[in-house]
């Protein structure tokens, strides 16, 4: 595992076998666009022109032991995570749930939520879930593992789906999963990568799962059909896909 380092004159790339360094230019040029900058945005903003942005990306390659931007990007991002823990983030939302509480009324509603909670809790810790909060008729659950966090997604949904083929129904549930850094406790979660999961839980149709990229690259599983997903209150859109799941 490499490790980037920004102190004194230079930044430092170290392996378990060498030690080579990134001057400080390189190193504005592979911060510059690693955030996404184009060449020509990065000779602006750095007062460089392009053919000496390029010369610098080169010996950046070099020394970094990557092919591309997109490598290089996550290399990194992976070494400028602020200091917390990264988990996978798991909401979930019944769809329909006012219309649904008119449909049937309170005391209805009172013995269907209360199933529902006992079937999802079941799940969660099926797949070693921890359940954070549990607001109205949504929870909020944490994950060490990306791939238990979908895993689970799964089985809530063909759980649910097995319901209605056997009883004749089950509510709709809406999920949304992501994995980045967090700070406080299970009880006490937050960051960004809480609203990005709760926004793509949001943004999933009934009986849906959307994972963003990081989710789904942390789980190892390949998954086609990346979509940008614009996310009321975040800045930029995020990159998930639906997560197929056998009915």
């Not at 390189?26 to 900058?37: H, N, P």
């Not at 020394?63 to 200091?83: F, G």
């Not at 895993?151 to 056997?166: E, F, K, T, V, Y």
């Not at 999920?175 to 406790?185: D, F, L, N, P």
Request: with cysteine; glycine share 8%; aromatic share 6%.
């Amino acid at each position: 595992m490499q490790e980037l380092h920004a102190s004194g004159e230079t930044a430092r790339v170290r392996d378990d076998t060498s030690r080579q360094q990134l001057t400080p230019q390189e190193l504005q040029v592979a911060m510059t666009l690693a955030e996404g900058a184009t060449t020509r945005e990065a000779a602006a903003r750095l007062y460089l022109s392009p053919k000496t942005v390029e010369y610098h990306l080169r010996h950046v390659y070099d020394k970094l032991e990557v092919r591309t931007r997109e490598d290089l990007r996550k290399l990194i991002l992976a070494q400028s995570r602020p200091a917390g823990s990264r988990k996978a983030l798991m909401f979930t939302d019944l769809a329909g749930s006012t219309s649904l509480v008119e449909a049937i009324g309170d005391k209805a509603w009172h013995d269907l939520s209360a199933w529902m909670d006992g079937e999802m809790r079941r799940c969660f810790d099926e797949f070693k879930g921890r359940e954070v909060d549990h607001a109205g008729d949504g929870f909020f659950v944490v994950f060490d593992a990306a791939a238990d966090a979908i895993d689970c997604a799964g089985a809530i949904q063909r759980r649910l789906s097995n319901h209605r083929r056997l009883h004749g129904y089950a509510p709709q549930v809406r999920i949304g999963i992501h994995v980045g850094e967090v700070q406080g406790s299970d009880s006490t979660l937050r960051g960004a990568a809480v609203n990005r999961a709760a926004r793509l839980c949001a943004a999933a149709e009934a009986d849906g799962i959307i994972a963003s990229r990081e989710a789904l690259e942390a789980s190892g599983r390949q998954v086609i059909g990346f979509q940008k997903f614009v996310l009321k209150g975040i800045k930029e859109p995020i990159e998930a896909a639906e997560v197929p799941w056998e009915r």
